[in-house]
């Protein structure tokens, strides 16, 4: 084990002082303090198996030394993030990339470290070596029963995998599309792909939900054929109570206005959960909250309006998941700024004066409820975030910590320099 607990110690004792001073001078104006710690020490986002090796792009892939070559070692990445940040108790693994060939080992291995096993991903975006047909023109909407059957099976399997290590939720994302105008029939596209989900709905357990992703393009720029949250809540409607639509952030045209749809979702009671990530352009699958902060910020002032008015839990009320791709910086330390900007627009969100904004809406008083997000968004919420990481035994700068204790040298050390992890 890299971390033990007298490393945090020492680092924590080391920033004590300048925490406590800060932590102070940020709560004497917060009246609803200890419900807000509660929440962000309760608050899990799962880390995804793909993202803890380095990221390509479709131009190349500088792969980075010590990444996890197999699922014990994703496991342990995990974990050392998880003691870091004491909010990383969950990972999301994708088949066939991650396959748990002893799942009861695993299992193990995941408990002492404290991490679930959060939704497992489907993979009929790439043929596998052996696969008898291909995905070229897609999987689920293809026009070959043979390649759907395929794709269907494929989706069993992946349930099977999940049941045997806890997971509760199978999440679908299709890159079924089309590039030019008639290459595809939209309707039969579309008809198809609800009977193959019918099927694996079908074979979903009981207590086990079904989150349907959808992608605007890429990788085919026409069409997508679940392209966008109507049709993915089209499906999710059509398949019945288990099935709901994930929203990723990066998979919506330009300006989407992702805070009004995640609101609607949930008046529906079909908004699933998140694959978070940030995006300039596309799906550039960047950390969370380092391009559109204040878009975050309103995603989660939503969820809370929401969640609260269905009297929804917010730590297991939906899958948090995130969905992020490095391909310049450590993985490891991405994932940990990805988890922080969640944790702080949620802390911050957490602060808005939800009376009186009901207030201001109702007497139409614009000023007022722009005032009230925008005073909640600007406050520097980061000694609150790292008070509720404290009192879980968590370091209170995990990034610095990570590099003042070399801690990826370590992994380079134990696993070496040419390193490739399975993944996107
Ligand atoms: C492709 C994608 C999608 C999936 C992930 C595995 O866009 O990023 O978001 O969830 O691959
Ligand atoms: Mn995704
Ligand atoms: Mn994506």
Known sequence: MILNKQVVDQHNNQL???????????????????????????FQIAIPSWALGTGGTRFGRFSGAGEPGNLEQKLEDVGLLHALNKSSGAISLHIPWDIP?????????????????????????????????????????????RVRKQAVDHNIEVINYGKSLGSKALTVWLADGSSFP???????????????????????????????EYKAFEPHFYSTTIGDWGQSLLLANKLGPKAYTLVDLGHHLPNANIEQIVSLLLMEKKLGGFHFNDSK?????????????????????????????????????????????????????????????????YAQALLVDREALKKAQQSNDIVKAQELLQDAFRTDVRALVAEARLRMGGAI??????????????????????TVATGL
Do not use: C
């Not at 595809?184 to 596209?189: D, K, P, Q």
């Not at 019918?198 to 086990?208: A, F, K």
């Not at 002032?301 to 730590?315: C, K, T």
């Not at 009320?317 to 310049?328: F, P, Q, Y």
């Open 16 to 42: 004590l002082d300048k925490h406590k001073r800060n932590f102070t001078h940020l709560s004497s104006d917060i009246t609803h303090l200890d419900y807000i710690l509660e929440k962000l020490q309760q």
């Open 101 to 145: 060939t002893d799942a009861d080992k695993i299992k193990q291995l995941a408990g002492s470290l404290g991490i679930a096993f959060d939704a497992v991903n489907s993979n009929t975006f790439q043929d596998q070596p052996h696969q008898a047909y291909s995905y070229k023109h897609g999987s689920l909407h293809h026009v070959d029963p």
């Open 182 to 212: 008639g290459q595809l029939n939209f309707r039969e596209a579309f008809q198809n792909t609800l009977a193959s989900l019918q099927e694996i709905y079908h074979h979903l357990p009981e207590d086990w939900k079904l989150f349907v």
């Open 281 to 345: 352009y596309a799906d550039d699958d960047l950390t969370a909250g380092s391009i559109k902060p204040y878009q975050l910020f309103l995603i989660f002032n939503e969820l809370i309006d929401g969640m609260d008015l269905h009297g929804m839990d917010h730590a297991s009320g939906l899958g948090w998941m995130i969905d992020a791709s490095h391909n310049l910086k450590d993985p490891l330390i991405d994932l940990l700024q990805s988890v922080e900007a969640i944790k702080i627009a």
């Open 397 to 418: 700068d995990p990034v610095q910590l990570f590099q003042e204790n070399e801690i990826r040298s370590q992994l380079i050390a134990e696993r070496g320099v040419n």
